[in-house]
Each structure stands twice: as C-alpha cells, then as structure tokens.
C-alpha cells in the first residue's frame, strides 16, 4: 500500500469529486481570489480534460494553459531572442531536430513543428545560462510530448523553470536562509519542482484556484514521493492545522485561505505569469497578502507580461501599475526569451 494517496492514478469520479470540494471552499472566499471570467472558462475546460484524458496526461492537456507556447510564427519574440543569443549553429542543429518527431500524437504538424523547435532553442539558450540544467531532468509524471536531446527528454517547461529559479537565486546573498518558499498560482508546480531540486531542504507552499492546485499536489507529491505532504482541505483557522503544516515539505493551499496564515511566515514568494491574468483590484490584493506573508529582508520574485489584455473583462494591466514601490526592487528588468514579460527581484523594507 503506497503510503501517499497522491502517487495513486486517480478515476475521473475523484477528480470530480475532489475538484468539487476545492470549488465550494473557494467560494467561501473573498471576491478578490476568485477567477476571473477567462480563467472560469479555461477551469471549465480543464476540468473537462482533465475527467475526459486523465491526470496522468495533464502535460498533453491542461499544462498548455500554463506556460508551454504551441503556437509560434517565426517573427515571434521570443524566436528572435533566441536566434540573436545562439550561435547560428544551434540554430541550424535545431531545425534538423524539429523534425524529430515530425507529429506529436496529441497535437497537429504545424504546433508539434512549433514545440519542438522552441524546446531545443530555449534548451540550448539555458543550458547556457544555467550551470545546473544538465543536473535536472523532465519528470515523467503526466506524460510529456517526447521532445529529446541526445536521448534525454527536455521541455521549454523545465528551461524556462531554469531560467527563472536562476534569475532569484542570481539575486539572492550567497546564503539567503530560504527555508520556506511560497508560489501563488503554480500550475502544475514546474517551478516548484526546480526550486525544490535546487535548495535541498526548502518547504514550498503552493498557493493556487483548482484545478492546478489539484494537479500540482497530485504531481508534486508524486515528484517527491518522500517528502511529508499537507494535502490541500478546508480549515477555519490557523490553530486547526498549525503543526501539520509546519512539519510539512510541501503544502497545498486555496487562495481564500492565506489570510489565516501567520505574518512573516515566508522567505522567498514566487509568481511567474499568473497575476497579470487578474484584475487590479485583485493584483493589489495580493500584492498586500504577500507584503504580510514575507518576512522582513525576504524576498518576491514576480514575472508577467510588461502589458497584458485580460479576455472577456476587457481590462488591460501594465507593467507600471503592479504596486512595485512598496518593496526594494533589487531589480526589475526584460525577462530572458519571452522579452514581452518583465521580471523584478523585490526586498521586503
Ligand atoms: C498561466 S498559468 C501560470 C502557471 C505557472 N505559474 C507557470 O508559469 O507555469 C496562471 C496560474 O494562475 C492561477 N490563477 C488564476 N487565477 C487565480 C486567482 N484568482 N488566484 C490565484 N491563482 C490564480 C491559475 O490557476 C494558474 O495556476
């Protein structure tokens, strides 16, 4: 019997089940942690896929709504970075393996050409930039479109996780003492699994909407199958669940339920292209939650889109208007390959 339940493939009537529960806690919430329109929607489908496809192949599904691009065309941006950063060899080299395979079976030509080509890139622009790349390896675990380089499976998930854990831990003091991580809006936790590999030790809570904080405790536990999990369940105070979640690894929370957690109780927050999907209104809310939740001289590394257009509400969110001035900013700057997002390193004062 497999002493965690998350490492089990899960039946579509439990996934119904379970997303069920995690939807009628959110409601409970405040107006500022609920989805917007389009991520109703995008839930909506997920969900769906989710049922339909099973868990163990959300990263044919459901991880294409997070941060995997499909759909490039060759004056695209972050094409043009990578080609102006590489050596027109690995250019040349990466449109050989493009064809390698020519059709992902759950994709058409023209996105499986896409996939292909943009993973080997960015592999390469990373392996470059990260000195432990080499060291990390694409999970199995929810069935990846089989990309490889010299027999070894990679993915512009596992690059671009790279590429961002390098940018905080660049900006951290030699020995930061980050010993709990928080990450609002995770996905299926591709982040987490880089930070968690690199800082041995380090506790990560995620913080998320379902169905990805579904898919990131069912994925993540399973990553990390020895490591003391605090399943995601309702509580209506910190008192409830104090010392499980504090001997807890890896811990899975609602949005509506941090603000019963204590002030300071973070080193390092993380939120990577998840907080220009919101309303201002809820960007500030956040914003003033992971202000409390950090501890002083801790850090928020944050990365979105320098100008985003929120579908359906018609709201379009700036880089000028995250309220960045509340913290240190230790930098704040154009992200690595997709240069149409920002990423800034802030202190707490
Ligand atoms: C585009 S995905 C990015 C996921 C992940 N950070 C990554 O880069 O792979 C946006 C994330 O924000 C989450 N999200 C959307 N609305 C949210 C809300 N109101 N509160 C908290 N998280 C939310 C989604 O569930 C999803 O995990």
Redesign the pocket.
């Known amino acids: 019997m497999p002493s965690n339940p998350n490492t089990v493939t899960p039946t579509a009537e439990s996934i119904r089940l379970d997303l069920k529960a995690m939807f009628a806690d959110l409601q409970r919430g405040r107006l500022e ?4 329109k389009y ?1 109703v929607e995008l839930n909506r489908s997920d969900e769906a896929q989710l049922v339909a496809v099973g868990f163990e192949n959300f990263k044919r599904t459901v991880a294409k ?3 995997t691009w499909t759909q490039i065309w060759p004056w695209d941006s972050q094409l043009r970075f990578l080609m102006s950063h590489l050596p027109l060899t690995a250019t040349c080299a990466n449109i050989f393996r493009t064809f390698q395979p020519i059709k992902h079976q759950h994709m058409p030509i023209s996105q499986s050409l896409a996939v292909n080509f943009l993973s080997q890139m960015i592999w390469d622009y990373a392996l470059k930039t990260c000195p432990f790349l080499d060291k990390l390896a694409e999970p199995e675990i929810g069935n990846p479109p089989r990309v490889l380089r010299n027999g070894r499976l990679i993915s512009q ?1 596992l690059a671009n996780s790279a590429l961002e854990a390098q940018s905080i831990l660049a900006g951290l003091p030699e020995k930061p003492g980050v010993k709990r991580v928080g990450e ?5 936790g ?2 987490a699994h880089v930070l968690l590999s690199l800082l041995p030790g380090v506790r990560y809570v995620v ?3 379902p169905p ?1 904080l579904y898919v990131s405790q069912r994925y993540l536990s399973s990553v990390f199958p020895t490591r003391k999990v605090f399943n995601w369940r309702s509580f209506n105070s910190y008192a409830e669940i104090q010392a499980e979640f504090e001997s807890a690894d890896l811990a899975f929370l609602l ?1 509506s339920q941090i603000e019963m957690l204590p002030d300071g109780c973070f080193d390092l927050f993380v939120n ?3 907080l220009h ?2 309303r201002l209104e ?1 960007i500030k809310y956040y914003f003033a939650q992971i202000r409390r939740l950090v501890r002083d001289q801790g850090w928020f590394y944050l990365k979105e889109w320098k100008v985003s257009h929120i579908p359906y509400e018609n709201i379009v969110i700036r880089e000028e208007e995250y309220p960045l001035a509340e913290w240190k900013i230790l930098f704040e700057r154009e992200a690595m390959v997709q240069t149409k997002f920002f990423e800034a390193l802030l202190q707490r004062p």
């Open positions: 942690v609920q989805p917007s991520w709504h997070y941060f998930d609002l809006g995770a996905g299926y591709r982040n913080i998320d909407i990805a949005p990577v292209s998840s999907e919101m809820q």
